[in-house]
């Protein structure tokens, strides 16, 4: 049985067609599935067994990397010489985190308080925890400071007191100490008669209220209602806003817990988080694109402004009493301790600051934070938080502990926090959340040309059977007139 040509040609015409329409359907109602499955991804909700469980116990390493700055000439900064520092580090500790007491709410929100432990890892540091390094005593020119404005008997019994228990303006202990504690009688004299006036109680150190600690009790939305809103804290510890700072601006609470962002990120998105660390909320802007295994990236960096102070960025008139731009003063929420907060090396900083202090050598390489964001997920996908805890120190009369010590802003530790995501959680990402959405985006505009190409093909092929169809008859017509003609002849 011969095969009709034209109309196989035909049916594949029309087969060519559907294909199209197929191809541009997908087209028009393809984002809205992939949107779809992505908002199913990121919702928090113990179903979603991939991003709950990164939600829940962040299942990639993380890390905190302390730096010192050990003190080289403490004799010569009481007699009011410049400070001089050198880095020593870094010492590298494995960050846990799991939230528990997770409660979800009828209004779409969750509760949970996050824990952490820190446990030190040899191999990755540049020491020991036994390695002995000089500090600013925090407990005398901290309180100095603090006490600066107090009748002058005070301040001299205050001295006295840091006599009686021998305590000098510096440090030197080892690092395991300065970081998770040491025994302090002055700690125990002061809790028992100013109760309040130090943020410990027992052990003094400089991280011994994180380790085994949790950063509060937070309750965010699920996304479950709005996927906009996903992640976005509502409160923290029963707060809607702070009551560190002096505008109701600085008191907000806005953004995020800092482990996650809404997705669907634009360049125009900014990266909101609340920090209790910090006490304020902070907020990041993109820099550039990239990549990491595969999977596309937006990173966001911290705005010069955003420890500038209320001169140079009127928005941050909320946090001052303020000093140089760069330093965030965090004593309101520090028990008044004169505590700032920098970027490491005073990056960003006024360049006064470095001035004041030898031995500092900002880079935004080294020093400067970022957050890599996969802006389809808002998921980090690589994460280094790297911020820098300053004393400020200054003489103050009747306390002979400070001497003649200059004005300064003295940096004592800086830290990195850092992690990213790594081993089978990639490649599961980057399979549900990555290749399996681009896979569906190619395939709409393969399915397009395909359709048109079959098209165009089947058309060519129908016209050139339908000539052939017409060829032998043609032939046929001029054969019987050359007949004709040969017969009339005879």
């Known amino acids: 049985m011969a095969i009709n040509k034209s109309k196989v040609a035909v049916g594949f015409i029309v087969a060519g067609g559907l294909t199209l329409i197929f191809g541009a359907i997908s087209v028009i109602v393809g984002p809205t599935v992939i949107s779809n499955q992505v908002v199913k991804h990121t919702v928090i909700d113990p179903k979603n067994d991939l991003t709950y469980t990164m939600w829940k116990d962040i299942p990639v390493p993380f890390f905190m990397s302390v730096y010192f700055f050990n003190v080289l000439n403490p004799a010569e900064i009481l007699k009011g010489e410049k400070p001089m520092v050198e880095q020593r580090g870094p010492y590298v500790y494995r960050k846990q985190c799991q939230k528990e007491n997770i409660t979800f ?3 779409g929100t969750v509760s949970y308080r996050e824990y952490r432990q820190y446990h030190f890892e040899p191999s990755m540091s540049a020491g020991n925890e036994s390695d002995v390094v000089t500090i600013p005593n925090m407990l005398v020119l901290g309180a100095s400071v603090m006490m600066e404005n107090l009748p002058y008997v005070l301040r001299l019994m205050m001295s006295a007191t840091f006599k009686t228990f021998k305590e000098g303006p510096f440090l030197t202990k080892p690092v395991g100490e300065l970081m998770w504690g040491y025994d302090s009688g002055l700690v125990d004299f002061l809790n028992q008669y100013l109760p309040g006036m130090i943020p410990t109680s027992g052990k003094f150190g400089l991280f011994s209220e994180f380790n085994n600690s949790n950063t509060g009790l937070f309750t965010v939305f699920t996304g479950k209602d709005d996927i906009r809103k996903v992640h976005r804290v509502d409160s923290w510890n029963g707060l809607t806003e702070l009551p560190y700072w002096r505008t109701a601006q600085s008191n907000m609470i806005n953004g995020t817990a800092g482990q996650m962002w809404p997705p669907f990120m634009t360049k125009q998105s900014t990266l909101p988080f609340y920090s209790p660390d910090a006490c304020r909320s902070m907020e990041l802007v993109y820099q550039r694109p990239g990549e990491m295994n595969g999977i596309p990236l937006y990173r966001y960096v911290a705005p010069k402004t955003l420890f500038a102070n209320g001169t140079d960025y009127a928005p941050n008139e909320g946090f001052c009493p303020c000093r140089q731009s760069g330093l965030l003063n965090v004593s309101s929420c520090r028990h008044n301790s004169p505590v700032f907060i920098s970027h490491p ?14 031995g500092l050598n900002p880079s935004e390489e080294k020093h400067g934070l970022f957050i890599d964001i996969h802006p389809q997920t808002g998921v980090p996908l690589n994460v280094s ?3 820098q805890l300053n004393l400020y120190m200054k003489k103050v009369s009747g306390i002979t502990e400070t001497g003649k010590i200059s004005d300064v802003v003295m940096p004592m530790i800086w830290f990195e926090e850092n992690g990213y995501i790594d081993g089978p959680i990639v490649n599961t990402f980057r399979t549900n959340l990555v290749v399996l959405p681009t896979v569906l ?3 709409q505009y393969i399915l397009i040309g395909l359709g048109l190409a079959t098209i165009i ?3 060519v092929v129908y016209r050139k059977v339908k000539a052939a169809e017409k060829e032998p008859v043609k032939g046929s017509h001029g054969l019987e007139t050359k007949k004709k003609s040969i017969s009339t002849s005879e």
């Open 105 to 107: 709410h009828p209004n």
């Open 345 to 358: 090396h005073f990056f960003n900083a006024d360049p006064v600051l470095l001035d004041y202090v030898q």
């Open 385 to 387: 938080i790297r911020l």
């Open 441 to 443: 985006e190619y395939l």
């Open 457 to 459: 093909i089947a058309a």
